[in-house]
């Protein structure tokens, strides 16, 4: 059982407009910035979204997110085929002083 | 350019140890910290604790706390991860990541290319 939660899976078609929630607690999200991490198929997991909102270089801007009290959201738009991957969204959480994690959203692009 | 490279795969039987090695390059090694994270076959992302390369403070999950054991070596850029006493559920691909600051609170910016650790008799 994962300390933030997510939706298992999600799915679009090529073009669509995606989001993904996660939602968390006043320890974690609601006190601390969210992250996000995609991981493609038999690979290690990629920054795709720090301190809420920034992207790192190299991230393209279809990707964004958001905060909003305990909750966050990561949207995913112009959806690609390369795109089909797990995301896992990630907090600090300051009890106990740990990094805490999504359970993770399969996405599908159908 | 950055690039962590961890140890290769290994197999071992319940109740020894294991330790994996993440070997840094293309940055300053005592400038940031060093993280790991676990991943048992199908599941997700478990974070197993963090170490100061500058000065070797560690924090572990509460849950592998006296089985885990995190150093680094300076000398050669290098950080590593020991875990004892292993179980069949300590089967996962093991993954070193730097924070983007140098504290354990800073997200990763760089992950090794995991290393598969499997726990059977």
């Known amino acids: 059982q994962s300390v933030l939660t997510q939706p298992p899976s999600a799915s679009g078609t090529p073009g669509q407009r995606v989001t993904i929630s996660c939602s968390g607690s006043s320890s974690n999200i609601g006190g601390n910035a969210v992250t996000w991490y995609q991981q493609l198929p038999g690979t290690a997991p990629k920054l795709l979204i720090y301190?809420?909102?920034q992207r790192p270089s190299g991230v393209p801007d279809r990707f964004s997110g958001s905060k909003s009290g305990t909750s966050a959201s990561l949207a995913i738009s112009g959806l690609q085929s390369e795109d089909e991957a797990d995301y896992y969204c990630a907090a600090w959480d300051d009890s106990p002083n740990v990094w805490v994690f999504g359970g993770g959203t399969k996405l599908t692009v159908l | 350019q950055v690039q962590l490279v961890q140890s290769g795969a290994e197999v071992k039987k319940p109740g020894a140890s294991v330790k994996v090695s993440c070997k840094a390059s293309?940055?300053?090694?005592?400038?940031?910290?060093i993280s790991w994270v676990r991943q048992a076959p199908g599941q997700g992302l478990e974070w197993m604790g963090w170490?100061?390369?500058?000065?070797?403070?560690?924090n572990y999950a509460r849950k592998l706390q006296g089985r885990v054991t995190m150093t680094t070596d300076t000398s050669t850029s290098t950080a590593y991860m020991e875990l004892r006493s292993l179980r069949s559920d300590d089967t996962a691909v093991y993954y070193c990541?730097?924070?983007?600051?140098?504290?354990?609170?800073?997200?990763?910016?760089?992950w090794g290319q995991g290393t598969l650790v499997t726990v059977s008799s």
């Open positions: 293309g940055y300053t090694f005592t400038s940031y910290g």
């Open positions: 301190s809420n909102n």
């Open positions: 170490i100061s390369t500058y000065n070797g403070n560690t």
């Open positions: 990541a730097r924070g983007r600051g140098s504290g354990s609170y800073s997200p990763y910016d760089y």
